[in-house]
């Protein structure tokens, strides 16, 4: 089992941009495939961006497609989500996850999640 912490999240304004970054301890982190989801208050927790074990394949939500990138650096057990042209609809806590399995979109299939950031974006 590996241990996330994200980190990165605050205000911004509309168009602005932001990086989110999720350190992994505890575990082989190269053996994981991650995931970022977002959960406003009275709804579901949904995919945001996912990138397999080996980062040859990555998967995004159709809102946060063009705009939104994600990435991981192995050798530093960090996953980064790059958020670029932000949107008052993207205000959400970001979490990050990871599975030791396949990519997946799923919230469920998660066995391992940060607490979350907050972020916000002004109109």
């Known amino acids: 089992q590996v241990q996330l912490v994200e980190s990165g999240g605050g205000l911004v304004q509309t168009g602005g941009s ?9 575990g082989t982190f190269s053996w994981y495939s991650a995931g ?11 995919f945001v961006a996912a990138i397999s074990r080996t980062v040859d394949t990555t998967n995004y939500a159709g809102s946060v497609k063009g705009r939104f990138t994600i990435s991981r650096d192995n050798a530093k057990n960090t996953v980064y989500l790059q958020m670029n042209s932000l949107k ?8 990050c996850a990871a599975r030791n399995g396949g990519i997946a979109t799923a919230s469920s299939v998660y066995q391992n999640w940060g607490p979350g950031t907050q972020v916000t974006v002004s109109p």
Do not use: H, M
């Not at 932001?18 to 505890?26: D, I, M, P, T, Y």
């Not at 970022?36 to 949904?46: D, L, N, S, Y």
């Not at 008052?88 to 979490?95: I, N, R, W």
């Open 36 to 46: 970022w989801f977002r959960q406003v208050p009275g709804k579901e927790r949904e």
């Open 18 to 26: 932001l990086r989110l970054s999720c350190a992994a301890s505890g």
């Open 88 to 95: 008052p609809e993207d205000t959400g806590v970001y979490y």
